[in-house]
């Protein structure tokens, strides 16, 4: 089983909207650090935002203004905002999850990923 299940994408116009969602309810373990990637056509995997169990968030400069992360600790469930979206936008948006344990160390768990496309 997949630990993590995004959904929400789709194909929007420049300027609309969408919203993503991350069940991570499989995951049995605490998830300090959970966050969104991006990975774009002939493009390396990128970080979008993380956010840590204590709502710290960090965006990439790219989204700044026009993304929001939050997060459902009671749900388990994470969220990306995509407002003011451009064509560059579009790409594979994947969730990630990161557990510390004291014997495996970091332990990253990601989704299978969600299609965003955006046309102008």
């Known amino acids: 089983q997949v630990p993590l299940v995004e959904s929400g994408g789709g194909s929007v116009q420049a300027g609309g909207s969408l919203r993503l969602s991350c069940d991570a309810s499989?995951?049995?373990?605490?998830?300090?650090?959970m966050g969104w990637y991006r990975q774009a056509p002939g493009k390396q995997r990128e970080s979008v935002a993380t956010?840590?169990?204590?709502?710290?968030?960090n965006y990439a400069d790219s989204v700044k203004g026009r993304f929001t992360i939050s997060r459902d600790n009671v749900k388990n469930t994470l969220y990306l905002q995509m407002n003011s979206l451009k064509p560059e936008d579009t790409a594979v948006y994947y969730c990630n999850a990161v557990s510390f344990t004291t014997v495996a160390g970091r332990i990253d768990y990601w989704g299978r990923g969600t299609q965003v496309t955006v046309s102008s």
């Open positions: 956010i840590s169990r204590a709502d710290g968030t």
């Open positions: 499989r995951i049995s373990f605490s998830l300090p650090l």
